[in-house]
């Protein structure tokens, strides 16, 4: 009997409220309206200077202001923008799962996981001190000198909201959430983690609500550089708007995104008890790592693989099995898709190697070519989607695809949305590091 036979209403785990803040958009309707119109959020980088860098452009979030989603910003007058961000996309997922009308039993079984990156650096002063600090006859930083301008050119609480701790710490607070708290950040992977480990502890009984989700920025001097200097980001010099082409022939990297995604996971039991409406239910949950490079993925997909079969066999699915009207039993795979030239060519292979002779046959795609890569809250972004995909029968597109690549021959839903009957899905997501983890979803059913 496969773990998801024997599950009861307290270890059957389902979502009851999604929220996002991204670069189409700050509400599900307005972001799900632009994927289905393939629109892109790429433009030149309007947060610094990037015109002397290899890559000039990103997706930023345009025209957000957190408090128009805060109770009383004034709490929150620090946050940094991940937080930001964060507070946003948690208090859509609050309010649509009906939290502040239908509250929850206990604050103290409400907990919080999140797979949130650090804050922004204070490059300006930052760099002037470190500048003004060098001693150049003795070739090193002068340590007091730099300690006495870091102390009046650097703010405390903008240090602090570097913590990546401290978007939780945002969403504790302004909600009253004191259950268990954990922040993971293993890096593109990270808002997956979270989902599937705060699965993990609402079936366990450790809480009876989980708010989870990611939130992350890296449009800044340091995280453009940090990538451009590993050639992982595109440096197209045509429309920005058609520079991430995943598994397409002319990929040549990703495109920097940001934002939050976040969602209200809760126990089958506790979610009727308060009278809240189920809109998906989590039945798969799968980590794994390579063992391999810390910026290579292995190159035969074993450990994508691994992240997915085991989602797979938690939620009782034959990857090889295919339902009474002839389809594979699982309907969609959102694609980690980077755009990368490694990661499209592996991901295909480690779905090949987990599906066999359905893997044609399942759809995939990767809204990452019209929303950037949103780094550690990539995964909950695109959980969301593929809940979305659900509720509406439609499949996002992967868009830029125009020439196909010989090692990247699956079915991944090219230029324009797809009518479909969705049920069940996986979200993959995939780490620097080695670190790969696969949430499976699907319709909920009583």
């Not at 903008?158 to 401290?166: F, K």
């Not at 890296?218 to 598994?247: E, K, Q, W, Y």
């Given at each position: 009997m496969s773990q998801r036979a024997d599950r009861t209403p307290r270890d059957r785990v389902v979502v009851s409220g999604m929220g996002w803040i991204t670069p189409l958009g700050h509400d599900l309707e307005t972001v799900w309206g632009a994927l289905m119109r393939g629109e892109s959020g790429m433009a030149p980088i309007t947060r610094f200077d990037a015109r002397t860098f290899p890559t000039t452009f990103a997706s930023e979030v345009k025209s957000f202001d957190a408090r128009a989603f805060m109770k009383d910003a004034s709490i929150h007058a620090t946050a940094g923008i991940n937080s930001q961000f964060a507070l946003g996309a948690a208090a859509q997922a609050w309010k649509q799962a009906a939290l502040d009308v239908k509250p929850a039993r206990n604050m103290r079984r409400v907990g919080i996981y999140l797979g949130a990156g650090e804050g922004v650096i204070d490059t300006p002063n930052y760099l002037a001190a470190n500048l003004?600090?060098?001693?150049?006859?003795?070739?090193?930083?002068?340590?007091?000198?730099?300690?006495?301008?870091?102390?009046?050119?650097?703010?405390?609480?903008?240090?602090?909201?570097?913590?990546?701790?401290?978007?939780?710490?945002?969403?504790?607070?302004?909600?009253?959430?004191?259950?268990?708290?954990?922040?993971?950040?293993?890096?593109?992977?990270?808002?997956?983690?979270?989902?599937?480990?705060?699965?993990?502890?609402?079936?366990?009984?450790?809480?009876?609500?989980?708010?989870?989700?990611?939130?992350?920025?890296?449009?800044?001097?340091?995280?453009?550089?940090?990538?451009?200097?590993?050639?992982?980001?595109?440096?197209?010099?045509?429309?920005?708007?058609?520079?991430?082409?995943?598994?397409?022939?002319?990929?040549?990297?990703?495109?920097?995104?940001?934002?939050?995604?976040?969602?209200?996971?809760?126990?089958?039991?506790?979610?009727?008890?308060?009278?809240?409406?189920?809109l998906a239910e989590v039945i798969g949950f799968g980590s794994s790592a390579d063992s391999y490079r810390i910026t290579d993925i292995e190159p035969t997909g074993r450990g994508a693989a691994a992240a997915m079969l085991q989602a797979l066999a938690q939620a009782g699915i034959d990857p090889h099995a295919r339902g009474a009207d002839g389809r594979p039993l699982v309907d969609y795979i959102s694609a980690h898709g980077t755009g990368t030239k490694e990661n499209d060519s592996i991901e295909t292979l480690a779905v090949k190697r987990v599906f066999g002779e359905l893997a044609k046959d399942i759809p995939m795609s990767s809204v990452k070519s019209m929303l950037g890569h949103l780094i550690a809250a990539a995964g909950a972004v695109e959980f969301i989607t593929c809940v979305m995909a659900i509720h509406r029968g439609m499949l996002p597109p992967t868009i830029n695809y125009t020439t196909p690549d010989p090692e990247c021959d699956l079915d991944y839903v090219a230029n324009t949305p797809r009518a479909a009957r969705v049920r069940t899905c996986l979200s993959n997501s995939f780490g620097f590091g080695g670190q790969n983890d696969t949430v499976c979803v699907t319709a909920f059913e009583s």
């Open positions: 003004k600090a060098w001693d150049a006859a003795a070739g090193k930083t002068d340590g007091a000198v730099w300690a006495k301008l870091g102390h009046s050119l650097l703010n405390a609480a903008r240090e602090i909201e570097q913590e990546p701790n401290m978007p939780l710490a945002h969403i504790a607070r302004e909600f009253g959430a004191r259950g268990p708290a954990y922040n993971c950040l293993t890096a593109c992977a990270a808002s997956t983690q979270a989902l599937g480990e705060a699965t993990s502890i609402l079936r366990g009984g450790e809480a009876d609500v989980m708010i989870a989700g990611g939130a992350h920025t890296m449009i800044h001097v340091l995280g453009v550089t940090g990538f451009n200097r590993l050639t992982a980001l595109s440096t197209s010099t045509g429309d920005p708007r058609t520079a991430s082409r995943p598994f397409d022939l002319g990929r040549g990297g990703f495109v920097m995104g940001e934002g939050a995604g976040m969602v209200i996971l809760e126990t089958l039991e506790h979610a009727l008890a308060r009278g809240a409406t189920p």
